[in-house]
């Protein structure tokens, strides 16, 4: 077994740095991730608008996150298919359409989040 000669601190900022660079390569190259980005972030807007609470904040914050997350592993499976299989395959468009109903059931997932914490609060400006 190899051992690793770097440090714990040492990994774990490499993994940092990974990280950093898997974001900045999805925010400036899927446009899926951009356009869920801006969603959340008019989410902030409203979140901010309606003064929502603590709890809100949380849950919301956390959906946006898991859309985010699943795009990105649409994203990550899309890729490895595409780069296994880049001819147009039967299984492998299969593979790829589930990985994309991953991101969308976190999607309607927001959205069902969004209309419980927004729509009451629309629907009292209009009282």
């Not at 298919?81 to 976190?106: L, R």
Request: glycine fraction near 8%; charge should be positive; charged fraction near 20%.
């Amino acid at each position: 077994m190899k051992k690793n000669k770097d440090g714990f601190i040492k990994r774990r900022l490499k993994g940092v740095r990974y990280a950093l660079k898997g974001i900045l390569i999805l925010a400036t190259t899927e446009d899926s991730i951009k356009a869920q980005f801006f969603i959340g972030l008019f989410a902030v807007i409203l979140g901010f608008t309606f003064n929502i609470s603590a709890t809100e904040w949380m849950i919301q914050l956390a959906v946006t996150g898991l859309v985010l997350v699943a795009e990105a592993l649409n994203t990550a499976v899309e890729k490895i298919a595409d780069f296994i299989h880049p001819e147009y395959h039967n299984k492998i468009g299969t593979i790829k359409d589930v990985a994309a109903g991953a991101a969308g059931f976190a999607a309607i997932i927001s959205l069902i989040v969004g209309s419980i914490i927004y729509v009451p609060k629309i629907i009292e400006l209009f009282l």
